[in-house]
């Protein structure tokens, strides 16, 4: 039973489309994420949900937009692909905690999305 | 200055053999510190988390903390050709609500 889901696995395109990815987890978390983990394994922050309320946006390109519709559901829609996009892309969940240390708990992520644009 | 460094590696140490792992961070305020791994083509999974200064246990595994010298590593004792992965080390900072992330040492076990 997969705790943190993401489709799709795998995503090829060409530059200038417009594609989404979707991420569900059933572990009752109030919290969600999308990092992005380009070649050389760096994995960065891109957003941040609690309780379908955006609480990180970090720089990230307007093109990318994510969505909440409920707090076990972020969606990534990525408009306008480029070459640089090309990454793969994590989904991930936490249960909060503000007023305890530490304040994330422990990251349950998805198996990831690669995207590869052409 | 990047947030959270760590040497790319890889790090080669021969089965049975103690691999050091190293992790500074930039945030002097950081209070949580987690390490976590990550096999070729797969997601991060955490191994280890530490929060206050010193030593923490689990199995083969010691985390590290020294926060005034903003430091961080695990130890892994008698190591397996099963550790053979990119160890990432995250941090989180004071009211920062998500983990911030080195770019990870690959670790290879020789059998």
């Known amino acids: 039973d997969t705790a943190v889901s993401q489709t799709p696995k795998y995503l090829v395109t060409q530059m200038g489309n417009d594609k989404s990815i979707k991420c569900e987890q059933n572990?009752?978390?109030?919290?969600m994420y999308w990092y992005k983990q380009d070649s050389k394994k760096f994995l960065k922050i891109m957003f941040s949900?609690?309780?379908?309320?955006?609480?990180i946006n970090e720089t990230v390109p307007n093109r990318f937009s994510p969505k909440s519709p409920d707090k076990a559901h972020l969606n990534l829609h990525i408009n306008s692909l480029e070459l640089g996009d090309s990454a793969v892309y994590f989904c991930a969940s936490s249960h909060s905690r503000e007023a305890e240390i530490p304040n994330t708990g422990e990251l349950f992520f998805g198996e990831g999305s690669r995207l590869t644009v052409l | 200055q990047k947030e959270v460094e760590q040497n790319s590696g890889p790090l080669s140490v021969p089965e049975g053999a103690i691999a050091s792992l190293n992790c500074t961070y930039s945030?002097?305020?950081?209070?949580?510190f987690f390490w976590y791994r990550q096999y070729s083509g797969k997601s991060p999974e955490l191994i280890m988390s530490i929060y206050s200064n010193g030593d923490k246990e689990d199995g083969r595994f010691t985390a590290q903390l020294n926060k005034a010298s903003q430091y961080v590593s695990l130890l892994i004792r008698d190591s397996q050709p099963s550790d053979s992965a990119t160890y990432l080390c995250?941090?989180?900072?004071?009211?920062?609500?998500?983990?911030?992330f080195g770019s990870g040492t690959r670790l290879q076990v020789q059998p």
């Open positions: 949900y609690n309780n379908k309320e955006l609480i």
């Open positions: 572990l009752g978390h109030d919290t």
């Open positions: 995250a941090v989180e900072g004071v009211g920062r609500r998500a983990l911030t």
């Open positions: 945030d002097r305020v950081s209070q949580s």
